[in-house]
């Protein structure tokens, strides 16, 4: 059974930065695309940002409001996929969850960790 467990979330002022971690099992992790997604109060769920596999190329991107501001990493080892947030803003504040996709047609989601900004 594929599991994916959130941590890092918290509460920060505007222009803190925070680290969102994703540990995933029951899979193998290296061969998965990874992304962030984040749902804002009365708004639909958005896509953050994505890691692709190596085998799929090996590619990162981001929405266009968070360039330059967040990164999107993964250590294959740790089977783990962070986000990490500088110049965090009131308009970040989201529940933010991790995914995981594979070629097998294995889909998982986080349980969600809440970011919230203040101004």
């Known amino acids: 059974q594929v599991q994916l467990v959130e941590s890092g979330g918290g509460l920060v002022q505007a222009g803190g930065s925070l680290r969102l971690s994703c540990a995933a099992s029951g899979i193998i992790f290296s061969i998965s695309d990874m992304g962030w997604y984040r749902q804002a109060s009365g708004k639909q769920r958005e896509l953050v940002a994505q890691s692709a596999a190596e085998t799929a190329g090996g590619r990162t991107n981001y929405v266009d409001s968070v360039k330059g501001r967040f990164t999107i990493s993964r250590d294959n080892l740790k089977n783990t996929v962070y986000l990490q947030m500088n110049s965090l803003k009131p308009e970040d504040t989201a529940v933010y969850y991790c995914?995981?996709?594979?070629?097998?047609?294995?889909?998982?989601w986080g349980q969600g960790t809440q970011v919230t900004v203040s101004s």
């Open positions: 995914n995981l996709r594979n070629y097998n047609g294995v889909e998982a």
